[in-house]
């Protein structure tokens, strides 16, 4: 399985039109990817007469695909900012 290890940047604030604190800004940094490896259950298409083989996560769901083509995504640290408005 491919891993996607990802950073998650949180701002915040409030304004007057809703006091509660609310995120206005996500931000998503890809730390790391780690491969899982060549499809292990490649899938054959026919078009016409045209046939070639294609990794499985191009034309499976994914609860058919193989382990190689899953994909997971880690979140590694989650930050959150409050953004202060200087008046």
Known sequence: MTIH???????FHTCPAYAEPH?????RTVVD?????????PVTIRCG???TTIAC???EPTDRQCG????IVTQHTITNRHH???G
């Open 33 to 41: 990817v780690i491969p899982g490896g060549p499809c292990r259950t």
């Open 49 to 51: 007469d045209t046939t």
């Open 5 to 11: 290890v990802v950073d998650i940047d949180y701002t």
């Open 84 to 86: 202060e408005v200087v």
């Open 23 to 27: 995120i206005y800004d996500t931000r």
């Open 68 to 71: 190689a083509c899953r994909l």
């Open 57 to 59: 996560h191009r034309h």
